[in-house]
């Protein structure tokens, strides 16, 4: 017998797993809040030169916004607005105390010149963010996009460190360890005097957040019983999406990045009452022979069903666990292991490589930039970023009920349709020329495109997983999530690009998906296939399963299929049942 047995016996899913799947929940608003973060801590307001004493209301009580900015500021016709960072080259001085504005009419025909007395910012939506507090505006611009990319870089090391500390310490002493790690870099992140501080410690908490996600999903999945891991995917992701809608008005509430900074450290601190009720996973337990503790465990299970873990039963499932090991350091001796450079040699396993390769960097790409780009969308900053958050839950909602139609054509149309709206999200906005109506549109747009690339990136996991065999399952995961880093860590830098080509970042990203798209077309459909075991099972599998291969006449050579048996045979003896669980979306 082992644990998914017992678990069977004594009814399914108990009431104390599922308390403990709930309350442990708290560390996925940490790791959720941490980079919707970005959004409202480098957002950037309306701003121009600082032209005091012109702007300085007890002087000039009678001017408005738009009598100052067409008095000093010249007009970028390219753009259809006020240039944001150059003023004219009037002797501002000399206004101070005079009251009559003499000082910017008497020059018919002035230079232009750079801001020279800092900046002057709207204070309509944010009262502080880092922008504001370190002017990254202008000439300074590319260090907020530095710095988001630096935290998206805190991913990498995150994703490095987080499976050894979890394997080789214990499931509860990962989630603690990455948790303490999250408050402490948020808080020291809220005081951060100077912009390199500030960046470098974002890094850190980049790092801590997605440790704890990938903590917390690998102890909800490895704590539930097989046939609720579905369930647990959706819930662990439903509950991301849930706290990506929240935060915009938790931001709305505090409106300064040192406020909204502190509330990302307080709300995972509640998992520090948490963490003395949570038992360790009872499969890690026994999987280090740890007995007495997986019982104890165990017999928690039972207990929560009016049940109880007879000897016999414990017994049972003590042996089949020592048979598991010993048949999995079998394998382990008489297998070849797989590495990256393996998943390229076959002509068929190379290509979908790196299709994987192109699809996590697509994905990643979109996905990030089109949520940090929720508050530089017309309208409210506040209200748009809850729309684009909403959009995560109805795509895990779509995705639960669209299994009938098989992976690949969701997958694929997820892709086109998120590219097609970004382009038109592109052509609305370019044409609107004032029409309201038009941006409302192209905000729309947008916001659907995240949407779509919600279902791209919920899929792309599963489809990764089920396209490589066991033997180089977590090389191909790997492979796949380290093309999503680069592409996250390149977003912040293609939505730069749209404050000087308006057109530029949706059109990169409504291309890449399209292109994307079509490429997955490639996959072989998985959803009703049993997990292939070695890379030569993978490869006839791509021959008779890939559709595209018909479309163009393509046949395997007998000589490829003869050489392709006499490398990395592979004779499994044992298939890990954590191999053949739902994949984690990092």
Not at 40 to 52: E, T, Y
Not at 250 to 261: E, K, S, T
Not at 361 to 367: L, P
Request: a negative charge; proline letters at 4%.
């Amino acid at each position: 017998m082992d644990i998914d047995e017992f678990q069977e016996d004594i009814g399914g899913i108990t009431r104390y797993q599922i308390l403990i799947i709930v309350f442990t929940g708290f560390l996925t608003f940490g790791s959720g809040f941490t980079p919707q973060a970005a959004i409202f801590l480098s957002a950037v307001p309306d701003f121009r030169c600082s032209v005091s004493p012109i702007d300085n209301s007890t002087l000039y009580p009678n001017l408005t916004e738009e009598d100052i900015e067409s008095l000093t500021i010249p007009y970028d016709s390219k753009q259809g607005d006020y240039d944001s960072c150059n003023r004219y080259d009037y002797n501002l001085s000399s206004c101070e105390g005079d009251g009559n504005l003499s000082c910017v009419t008497s020059d018919e025909d002035p230079r232009t010149i750079p801001c020279d007395q800092g900046y002057y910012y709207d204070r309509t939506y944010y009262d502080e963010t880092t922008v504001t507090q370190w002017d990254l505006v202008c000439d300074r611009q590319y260090l907020d996009s530095l710095a988001n990319t630096l935290f998206f870089f805190g991913f990498f090391i995150g994703s490095a460190f987080i499976g050894p500390l979890s394997d080789w310490f214990g499931r509860r002493v990962a989630l603690i360890v990455v948790c303490s790690g999250l408050v402490a870099c948020s808080v020291g992140c809220a005081f951060a005097p100077t912009y390199e501080i500030y960046t470098f410690v974002r890094v850190l908490c980049g790092a801590f957040g997605i440790t704890c996600f990938i903590a917390y999903f690998t102890y909800a999945t490895e704590i539930s019983p097989t046939k609720w891991r579905t369930e647990t995917c959706a819930y662990v992701n439903m509950t991301t999406a849930i706290c990506h809608t929240i935060f915009p008005w938790i931001a709305y509430g505090l409106r300064d990045w040192h406020y909204i900074q502190l509330t990302i450290a307080l709300v995972p601190a509640n998992f520090f009452i948490t963490f003395f009720f949570i038992p360790e996973s009872p499969r890690w337990l026994l999987r280090m022979g740890k007995t007495e503790e997986a019982r104890k465990v165990l017999a928690r299970y039972a207990k929560s069903k009016d049940k109880e873990l007879t000897d016999e039963k414990w017994n049972s499932i003590v042996e089949f666990e020592e048979k598991k090991r010993a048949l999995s350091e079998e394998k382990q001796e008489t297998a070849k292991r797989v590495r990256v450079w393996d998943l390229f040699r076959r002509p068929l396993m190379r290509l979908m490589s790196f299709n994987v390769m192109i699809s996590w960097f697509t994905v990643s790409m979109v996905f990030n930039g089109l949520a940090l780009n929720g508050g530089n969308l017309a309208g409210d900053p506040f209200v748009n970023t809850t729309l684009n958050a909403m959009a995560e839950i109805v795509a895990y909602v779509i995705v639960y009920f669209s299994t009938s139609f098989g992976r690949r054509p969701v997958f694929s149309a997820s892709y086109i349709l998120a590219g097609v709206v970004c382009i038109a999200s592109m052509l609305f906005d370019l044409y609107a020329n004032g029409n309201q109506g038009l941006f409302t549109a192209s905000t729309a747009m947008a916001i659907t495109g995240k949407c779509f690339a919600s279902i791209g990136f919920a899929l792309v996991y599963s489809v990764t997983s089920e396209i490589f065999p066991t033997n180089a399952r977590a090389t191909g995961l790997s492979l796949g999530s380290m093309s999503a880093r680069v592409g996250a860590m390149i977003s912040p830098f293609v939505l730069q690009l749209q404050t000087t080509i308006p057109w530029f970042t949706q059109t990169v990203f409504g291309t890449l998906s399209i292109i994307s798209g079509f490429l997955v077309l490639l996959y072989p459909e998985t959803s009703k296939t049993e997990y292939m075991t070695t890379l030569d099972e993978a490869e006839d599998f791509y021959w008779e399963n890939i559709k595209a291969l018909k479309w163009f006449g393509m046949k395997r050579s007998a000589k490829a299929s003869s050489e392709a048996t006499k490398e990395f045979k592979v004779n499994p003896v044992f298939t890990d049942i954590s191999e053949e669980s739902e994949s984690t979306k990092f």
